[in-house]
Each structure stands twice: as C-alpha cells, then as structure tokens.
C-alpha cells in the first residue's frame, strides 16, 4: 500500500479521504487556500500547505503548484476526491508525468466521458441505449433549429462539457431554442472553456438512477448496485438513495449489465459512475459517467459495507479486487441528504459564519462534514458544507431516521436547506418511492405558496 | 439617485451596463458569481446609469455598492 499519499481537494471530501488513510496507515499531506486554513481537514491531515488565494483558478485548480508540494512532501499518490481536478485529464497526465499514481482511469479515459459528446459516441458503440438526440456539435442557432426539428420538442440544450447543471436548459419549442442557444454557449466557453453544445430528447418524468462500479487495472468490473438520486435543485442533486425505490429487480439486472459493458467497452479502471435516465416505463438511457468518487458514494458503502476510498487505494496501486458480483451486499436501505449553505426557498447562497453547530447523532446515522461552530462560510467554494446519511433495515425506516436526525441538526449564523429537506423527507411523494427530476418544481415549490 | 448593491460576496462575472445606459426597473444590469452560482443583480427603477464602481473579475462584499442610477 501507498505510505504518503496528497488529497488534492478540501471540505468533507478531504476529511473523508484522510479517515480512510488514517484507518490504514496512510500518510496524508493536505493542500488549502488561505479561506481555508482553519479548516478541520487542514489541522487533520499529517501534513498541509497553502497552495494560494481563495479563488479556485488560484490555489485547487493550480495544477502545477500541487503537484510541486506533492513531490516535495513524497507523496507517491494524489486522490482528487469530486470536482475541482479530478475530472481534469491534463491534471492526470501531469501527475504520472512526475512520477504520481492519479487515484482514478487513465488521462485518455477521463478525456473521452468529459465530452458529452464523445461519450455518447462511445457508449453507443458499446450497446449502451442512449437518448436519442445529435452526436456532433451545434455551431449556430441555424444548425441546432434544423436538428431539434428532425428530432422534435420538448428537447434538453446541453454543453458537450457541462457540469452541475451549467450550460443546460429544457426547451419547448423553437422560439425557445433561439432565446437559449447563445446564453448557453456563451456561458459553457466562460466555465469551461469549451462551447460545444448538442441537443436531446427530452424523456417525461424522468428518473435520475445511476451505477456506481469498480474496475481493478486487471480487467475486473463489479457493478456495486444503484443509486437513486431523481431530487435535485438547479439541476444538482440533493438527495439520494440506495437502492432505487422505483425500479424493478428486472431493470436493475440490466442496468448493471449495461454498466459493466461499458467499463469493459473503454477499458475503465478505478471507481467510476455511468449515469441513467429511466422514464415511466423503465426504459434507461445513458446521461453521462463520472470517472471519479461522487459525493453520494456513502449510500452505496451503507448498504453493500465496503469502504470506496479503501476500494480506490486498492486499485490505483495494482491489486485485483477481492470480490465479485456475487459477492456484493445490498443490505437495506440508505438515504443522504446533502446540507446546503442556501436559502431554503431561493436557493441562492448563504455564506457567513456558523455560530452554533451540533451534528445529529443515533442509530444509523452517519455524517460526512467538515465545518464546526466558528467556521466561515466562505463564497469561494461549492456552498455543499456537509452530507447526513442514514441507514434503515428498511426504506421507511431510513426515511424516518432521516427526518429525526434533520430535525436535530443544529446550526445557525447562516441559512441552510434543512427546512426544505425536512419537507421533502417528510412528502408523500418521496415516502410513495416515486419521485423523478421534477420533485422541487411539483411538489417542494407548490407547497411554499400554499403555506403562506 | 439610487445606488445598487451587492446582495451577497462573490466575483463580478459579467458587467452588463456602461456609464450613460438607460435601464429599465428589474434590469439586470450586474451578474455575481458565488459559490459556483449566477446571481444577478437588477435595479428597482428606471433611470440613467452615472457611475459603474466595478469590473469584471472584481471581488464584492455583501452590500458594497456597484452601480449608481440616476
């Protein structure tokens, strides 16, 4: 096993890394921005040091300054955790190229699903359904009103590199289209640098359902069940859940089977994530894979027991995984709400700073944070600051632990969604198992309006 | 006059108004950036605009004024 690995990353990611290296012995070398110095994350790993100013393009996207630390400090391996570099393939190759183990796929691989577009490509090579829609970029709002005509409306507008929900949009007809091609385009090239835009159907009551594998470097993938995660707010997801409540032991075989076809299919090693849409009758199509650890990869370790980050070390230092298929629990059910620093009814951001903070705690209960009473919410970074989980025999067991533990989550100084996750835990709607994308818009945003 | 404010901290992504521009009551005449979020900022009248205190990339404070409209 490694002795030093870096976590190129910060917040509850971090803090998770550095609790699975603490579990086996790991040496742990932390990098922070200067927002971020009296972080837990910071006084917990072995070692840390400031890598720049707030901003990310500063200091956690500052490619070359972590890897100097990295070889200074002997590292031998850099963990990206989600977000900011893990999903940079020049990042990747730069880490072999000074003589790092990039805990994740191969530089070739991570470049190949960042494009939406070539993924989509590759995925349909590989047999995998894919929504149907256009496979090459649209350059004007000329070529995209000829293709969405052949394709027909509702449509989603997507950017090929989009993240997080930027640089998409649901449109319904074709004054639609024009009004948000530009808007789109123009905001893809300014966050990602790349304005490649394309278009699919739009699937009705669409249900956000994803795979969560692992693939050793020897040509080993096991499908670690599914994870539904259809609650989502500007297009991220807020809560999620294992298993999918909705889908049949039928559609749940193949999706697996779909997903490990397309590990093989690209050669894929490490942890990675194929993400499905299902529609009503549970047909699934390929949306996009994550060729990292997500942040909802704690529902996959409450019901199957295995610890991913444990799995990742594992991988990127050449053993064959331990298990098969076969082998993999799925033992009861587990739900995570991620605790965001927002407005419950806007979702707009809230930073400040937390006056009082006390995590909840009982059976089943597991939290993922990395902030405490005293520590500033800053506007730098992601406003996520921390994921409550719990495990239940049962699903309405582990909707009932949740709505407990959210109740006695306590924190103040700054506003937080707990309001609207209490509400959402508690609907008749997500405690029926049906929920899809459109959740928020139904049924949370309604019943504001309705309370007043 | 009026004078607009930022209503949280973050970086100045877009300037959409110049000196002089006539806006319009619920024109967005600024676009925020905060944790990995658009949040724009509209004025409440009408009227002219006689100074822009910021540019782009620019890093504000919650309520820190950056623009005046006359």
């Known amino acids: 096993m490694f002795s030093k690995i870096l976590i190129a990353n910060r917040g509850e990611i971090a803090l998770r890394v550095i609790r699975t290296c603490q579990k086996l012995g790991i040496q742990t070398v932390a990098i922070y921005s200067e927002a971020d110095a ?7 790993a072995n070692e840390a040091y400031c890598v720049g100013k707030p901003p990310v393009n500063q200091s956690y996207l500052n490619a070359d300054e972590i890897i100097r630390v990295a070889k200074e400090s002997q590292a031998e391996a850099v963990h990206p955790g989600y977000g900011l570099l893990s999903e940079n393939a020049g ?3 730069k880490c072999m190229e000074n003589g790092l183990v990039f805990i994740g796929p191969s530089p070739d ?14 995925m349909k090579e590989a047999g995998v359904p894919i929504i149907e829609g256009i496979n090459t970029s649209l350059e004007s709002e000329e070529e995209a009103k000829l293709a969405a005509e052949k394709i027909g409306y509702p449509l989603m507008l997507k950017a090929s590199a989009g993240g997080g929900g930027i640089g998409m949009q649901l449109v319904n007809s074709e004054e639609e289209l024009l009004k948000a091609f530009a808007g ?26 994803e795979v969560q594998i692992l693939a050793d470097t020897h040509g ?34 193949k999706m697996l089977d779909a997903a490990v076809k397309a590990a093989h299919h690209i050669g894929y090693s490490n942890a990675g994530t194929i993400e499905f849409l299902v529609d009503k009758e549970q047909n699934f199509y390929f949306l996009e894979m994550n060729t990292r650890l997500q942040v ?39 739900i995570e709400v991620r605790i965001y620093a927002e407005d419950p009814k806007t979702f707009f951001p809230s930073p400040g700073k937390i006056t009082e903070f006390q995590l909840p705690v009982g059976e089943g209960i597991r939290n993922e944070c990395a902030i405490e009473s005293g520590s500033q919410v800053t506007p730098f970074y992601d406003p996520m600051i921390g994921k409550l989980v719990a495990w239940g025999p049962t699903r309405g067991e582990a909707c009932e632990r949740i709505k407990n533990a959210l109740e006695n989550y306590k924190i103040e ?40 | 006059m ?66 005046d409209v006359e």
């Open chain 1, 38 to 44: 009296e972080s837990i994350f910071v006084r917990e």
């Open chain 1, 91 to 93: 990042f990747a190759r």
């Open chain 1, 109 to 122: 691989i991570i470049a190949s699903m960042g494009s939406k577009i070539e993924a989509r490509k590759t």
């Open chain 1, 184 to 209: 789109n385009k123009k905001r893809a090239e300014s966050f990602f640098g790349d304005g490649a835009m394309f278009l699919e159907k739009y699937i009705s009551e669409p249900h956000h359902i």
């Open chain 1, 220 to 253: 080993n993938v096991v499908p670690l069940w599914e994870r539904e995660c259809s609650i989502q707010r500007r297009n991220q997801k807020v809560v999620e859940e294992a298993p999918s409540p909705f889908i049949n032991e039928e559609t749940r075989s």
């Open chain 1, 296 to 334: 909802e990869h704690p529902v996959t370790e409450e019901i199957t027991g295995l610890d991913l980050v444990e799995e990742q070390l594992k991988v990127a230092i050449g053993e064959k995984l331990s298990f098969t298929r076969e082998d993999v629990n799925r033992n009861g059910h587990a």
């Open chain 1, 413 to 452: 100084g700054i506003k937080t969604n707990i309001p609207m996750l209490i509400k959402t835990v508690s609907h008749e709607q997500f405690l029926s198992g049906y929920t899809t994308t459109q959740f928020v818009n139904e049924f949370y945003l309604p019943l504001l309006t309705s309370t007043k």
């Open chain 2, 2 to 67: 009026a004078k607009i404010e930022a209503g949280m901290a973050g970086n100045v992504w877009k300037v959409l108004v110049k000196e002089g521009d006539q806006v319009t009551a619920g024109q967005e005449v600024v676009i925020l950036e905060s944790m990995k979020m658009e949040i724009p900022v509209s004025v409440e009248a009408d009227g002219t605009v006689t100074k822009v205190h910021v540019q782009e990339g620019d890093f504000v404070n919650d309520s820190d004024i950056i623009v």
